[in-house]
Each structure stands twice: as C-alpha cells, then as structure tokens.
C-alpha cells in the first residue's frame, strides 16, 4: 500500500503558475503508473494527466496540453505538475493517484486508479 500527500497548492493569478507535489510513501512508487485529477466544485473528477513508471511515457487531457507537465522522480518517491499559463477555469482540488495493477497503464478513469491523496486546492483569480 502507498500513501499519497499533495503540496503546493494554492491562489495565482490568472497567467501565473504552480508546481504541485505528491509525495508517496512505501518502496513500491515507482512500481506505479500515476496521474492526476481535478475537481471543481460541482463538478465531477475529471483527468489531467498521467505518466508511467518510468516517466518515459505520459498522457495529458486535451485542456491543459501545452500549459501543465507531469513529471516524478522515483529516487525521492514524488509526482510533479507544473502549471503553466493558468486560466480561472483551471481552479479545483487536485488529486494525485496510483495505479496500483499497472507500471505502464496511461489511464484516465477515476476508479482505474487505487490510492489516492487528500487533495490541494488550487484557485486561480481572474
């Protein structure tokens, strides 16, 4: 089992950036493919991005393609997202995930995914 914090979230103007980080805990993260989602208020949970075990492959939703790069380093067991160019429309909670049954599943379904942090919100001022 692995346990999942989010940091570095926060307030940014719109156009500005934010590079989140998920730390994970156990000796198995980099035997995990991961991702990240998001969720407005209202909303449901919506895909980002996703990257394998590896970090040699990743997916992204068409909405934030060419603003946000997903990224980890396995030697500190941490998933990245920078965010590039954010828009008000960007501002949610965002989740890191791990797939537990796949090193290199680029999933984008929610319940593909078996741990999940707590969150941290991300809210971006027009």
């Known amino acids: 089992q692995v346990q999942l914090v989010e940091s570095g979230g926060g307030l940014v103007q719109a156009g500005g950036s934010l590079r989140l980080s998920c730390a994970a805990s156990g000796r198995t993260f980099s035997s995990y493919a991961m991702g990240w989602f998001r969720q407005a208020p209202g909303k449901e949970r919506e895909f980002v991005a996703a990257i394998r075990w590896s970090g040699g492959s990743t997916y992204y939703a068409d909405f934030v393609k060419g603003r946000f790069t997903i990224s980890r380093d396995n030697a500190k067991n941490t998933l990245y997202l920078q965010m590039n160019s954010l828009k008000p429309e960007d501002t949610a909670v965002y989740y890191c995930?791990?797939?537990?049954?796949?090193?290199?599943?680029?999933?984008?379904?929610?319940?593909?995914?078996?741990?999940w942090g707590q969150g941290t919100q991300v809210t971006v001022s027009s």
């Open positions: 995930a791990a797939d537990r049954l796949s090193q290199s599943r680029l999933a984008a379904t929610a319940s593909l995914y078996d741990y």
